[in-house]
């Protein structure tokens, strides 16, 4: 501004007048604060009117005093004329615009100011309305111009603060793991990466090949799908799985996603993408896997597991790679554990019969648990039947091992069926049919053993089903009965009570022995109910006998575990109206596997209402003299296990009854030995002080009707029956083929000794009659019935069976061979 002002008078050859020089000097001065009025400006906000004031006294101003003194000087002689003053306007305006830069409402301000000074300085009347015209237009257009500045502002502003605000939510999305951002060269090389992930990797990746970051082997689902395929063909890939190249011992996935980058002229530039972290995820997939194909308390490979492996062997491309065994097992009185000791204690078992299942059949198969105590075995390829019945035999008697649950000594059993392919079927629905109609065959042949499948098994299994359904007819209508076997003092011979036991005579079978309906009844959950009703139903025939007369009612393990018992108790004692001291619950050791306090309770419970406690089949279960310390028994019972053959010379029993009477004495119980059939095993019980017996050899069970009429007898007892007993009898299942003249008959063996067997399935065969027994294994056996009742008959053998360590009969050839006479008829082997 000063320059412009002195150069009119350099051109001219004068000089500016005193006036001019003052209002050039005033407005350069104005001039010279424009930095502090631009930091006053750059503090005050769009809008303020502070702005404008500074805008006056920065820009107005001095443009204003310099086009005064400019229009005041070219009028005296000698000045610039006003060509060159019109110049010097021009070029002010110019320099004006350069400084301002693009700040309109400075621009226009200083030229209307500039030409607003001119203006004034020599303006008349008549000219004033242009240049007051453009001073309105000029602030009309600053107004304007203002107020869209300060719009412009506050979008500039608000997108500012979106700019800014995604670009902290992207910055906190980077660092917070779960994501990250990626960008790659068109050579594949990583130009740009979340810096969290550089970390996370432990190494400097801009440079390194994008796929580098990944295991890619493998991870593709199909090869045309993976990472290396989109990245060559240079096209888009949505949330790929893949595993990440870290050095973290734990796995790491990731899910990325990308599309390819294009210039203008289409030309390819790289990718550019986002990555999610499913480590999480790819976590719970694996828990969710877990549980559905593993047992989750057990460790093992559950049903669907189990079946999904065995429709792969059945699958097998080649048929004799189909051959496989598959073995079912059933825990033994595992269902009395459960309902003494608590689930948490039934968890327990199973946990340790899975370790034991495990490391019994190890590489040869494997071992699932298809739920509650059931356990499936699959062996895959051809396994010999020796060979299978052997590993059986392992299985049944690791698990029989006694096991240790919560300090207490736990005693179970296992029972096995085995099916085999292509033998006994060809399909996963057959074969576990099959094993599983075996598996019934070994429980019902006394549990603790194992069983093949045989075709003749599914008529025994519709014979179940049969029963159970009468069974559950039966137990609805009413028609279970009680029949009561006396209980004698072997001091005095008088009858002191009665034991209620539980018979069932069926519509077209007869009686039905109570080791073939009762666990029939336990499966069908109908004990409960039964054992309801036996209690009042003793209690009512109780009634009627003399008063010096008690009858005993067995309580299930289940019965005792329910907290209602001493009101089921007390209100049968109510109804019949008998004094409860005549009433003997009798409960078998199984019941000290529960809660200690829940079963003290119930203890204390009976006993309030005046009832006598027996601990019946003592030394046979889980038995432990602590107990008897606590418990308010009255009574012990000796299992009739202990009574059999304990009169044969050089058997334990006898001591071991003898221990168990004396250890009766001292706690002040009586003892009960059961079982009692023969004049050599009463005098032995007599002679080692049992204070009662029970058995055959006083009665057998009577119904209530005839006790009312032996009752009337008297109540002293006669012992009648053999001198000795007759050999021990093995229960088992077990189909034999008889031969009678030219005709053959299918039957099955219910129970044998070494002289003779129980044979079910010919019907009203004469007594003297000769079969030919074929027993197995090309063992033939001549025999003789000596009776027969409806489709039983009991033969006996030409020549007695070898029986093992055990006890146990051998169908093999008799070591003692026969003379030679009787050879041919008593045994002939099979060519």
């Known amino acids: 501004m000063a320059v412009l002002g002195l150069l009119p008078g350099l051109f001219s050859r004068t000089l500016p007048s005193l006036f001019w020089a003052l209002w050039l000097t005033a407005a350069s001065a104005l001039c010279l604060c424009a930095p502090v009025f631009a930091r006053l400006e750059a503090r005050l906000p769009l809008g303020d009117r502070r702005r404008c004031l500074a805008l006056i006294v920065a820009v107005a101003a001095p443009m204003g005093l310099f086009g005064f003194g400019a229009a005041r000087w070219g009028p005296y002689p000698g000045a610039p004329n006003w060509e060159m003053t019109l110049h010097v306007y021009v070029f002010i305006a110019l320099v004006a615009v350069a400084a301002l830069g693009g700040r309109f409402a400075s621009v226009a301000t200083a030229i209307a100011a500039a030409w607003m000074g001119a203006s004034l300085a020599g303006a ?4 004033l309305p242009l240049p007051l015209g453009g001073a309105a237009f000029t602030l009309f257009l600053i107004y304007r111009h203002s107020r869209r500045t300060v719009e412009d502002g506050e979008l500039w502003a608000a997108h500012e603060h979106e700019q800014q605000r995604a670009g902290q939510l992207l910055n906190e999305y980077e660092e917070s793991g779960y994501g990250w951002f990626w960008e790659t060269d068109r050579r594949g090389m990583i130009a740009y990466v979340s810096p969290h992930i550089a970390r996370l990797l432990g190494k400097k990746l801009e440079g390194q090949s994008f796929t580098s970051l990944f295991e890619i082997e493998g991870q593709g689902r199909e090869s045309e799908r993976t990472l290396a395929f989109h990245l060559s063909t240079r096209s888009s890939f949505e949330e790929l799985s893949v595993r990440v190249a870290t050095q973290e011992q734990d796995e790491r996935w990731w899910s990325i996603t990308g599309r390819p980058i294009m210039d203008k002229f289409n030309n390819f530039m790289g990718f550019r993408g986002f990555g999610i972290d499913l480590t999480e995820a790819h976590k719970s997939q694996q828990h969710v896997t877990q549980l559905a194909r593993f047992d989750a308390l057990t460790g093992l490979a559950n049903r669907f597991q189990m079946s999904e492996w065995f429709e792969k062997i059945l699958g097998a491309p080649r048929v004799e790679s189909r051959a496989c065994a598959v073995f079912l097992l059933d825990l ?3 269902k009395k554990v459960n309902d003494t000791m608590g689930h948490p204690a039934g968890d327990a078992l199973l946990r340790q019969v899975a370790e034991r299942l495990t490391g019994t ?13 059931e356990f499936q075995v699959v062996l895959p390829g051809h396994h010999s039947r020796d060979a299978l019945s052997r590993l059986a035999g392992r299985i049944v008697d690791n698990l029989s091992q006694p096991y240790s649950i919560e300090n207490a000594r736990v005693v179970i059993g296992a029972s096995v069926g085995i099916a085999l392919c292509p033998d006994d079927g060809i399909t996963s629905e057959a074969l576990i049919r099959n094993a599983d109609l075996a598996l019934y065959a070994a429980k019902g042949g ?11 098994l599914h008529s025994d299994a519709k014979e179940r089903r049969r029963l159970e359904e009468d069974l ?18 072997t001091t005095t011979e008088r009858i002191t009570g009665f034991e209620a036991l539980l018979r069932w005579k069926h519509s077209r079978h007869g009686y039905i022995p109570p080791s073939k309906f009762v666990p029939i009844a336990e499966e069908a959950g109908l004990m409960a109910q039964i054992g309801e009703w036996a209690l009042g139903k003793a209690c009512s025939d109780l009634a009627g006998w003399p008063k010096d007369v008690r009858v005993a009612v067995n309580v299930s393990p289940m019965q005792f575990a329910n907290p209602a018992l001493p009101q089921i108790v007390a209100n049968a004692v109510a109804a019949a109206g008998v004094e409860p001291s005549r009433i003997e619950l009798e409960i078998t050791e199984s019941v000290f596997l529960g809660e200690e306090k829940l079963t003290e309770a119930m203890f204390a419970a009976l006993k309030g209402i005046g009832v006598r406690l027996a601990l019946d089949d003592f030394g046979t279960g889980y038995s432990a003299l602590g107990y008897l310390k606590q418990a308010p028994f009255d009574k012990i019972k000796i299992d009739q296990s202990f009574v059999r053959s304990a009169t044969v010379e050089g058997n334990r029993h006898g001591a071991i009854i003898s221990s168990i009477v004396s250890l009766a004495e001292a ?11 023969t004049l050599d095993e009463l005098d032995l019980i007599r002679l080692l002080r049992c ?8 009665a057998k069970p009577l119904t209530s009707e005839a006790v009312g009429r032996r009752l009337a007898e008297g109540l002293i007892a006669v012992a009648r029956g053999p001198r000795s007993a007759r050999a021990v009898r093995q229960t088992m299942l077990r189909k034999v083929m008889l031969e009678h003249g030219d005709q053959f008959y299918d039957g099955t063996i219910r129970n044998i000794s070494q002289t003779g067997a129980m044979i079910e399935g010919l019907w009203n065969v004469p007594v003297d009659t000769e079969f030919t027994v074929h027993l197995g294994d090309g063992l033939v056996m001549s025999a003789t019935a000596r009776w027969c009742k409806d489709d039983r008959m009991g033969v006996q053998f030409a020549w007695p069976l070898d029986i093992d360590a055990n006890g146990a009969v051998l169908f093999t050839s008799p070591r003692s061979k026969p003379q030679p006479g009787q050879q041919q008829a008593a045994l002939r082997r099979m060519a």
């Open 667 to 677: 706690l002040g119980m009586e003892t009960t030995a059961e079982g009692i059939e």
């Open 332 to 334: 033994d009185r595992f």
């Open 124 to 127: 008349s009347v008549a000219s």
């Open 361 to 373: 059949v190890q590489e040869l198969g494997r071992v699932g648990r298809l739920g509650g105590d």
């Open 472 to 489: 559950r007819e039966a137990v609805a209508t009413g028609s279970l009965e009680l029949h009561y076997q006396p209980q004698v003092r």
């Open 446 to 456: 006394g549990r603790g053993r194992h069983h093949f499948y045989d075709r003749d």
């Open 691 to 698: 204070s009662h017996v029970q058995g055959y050899i006083y």
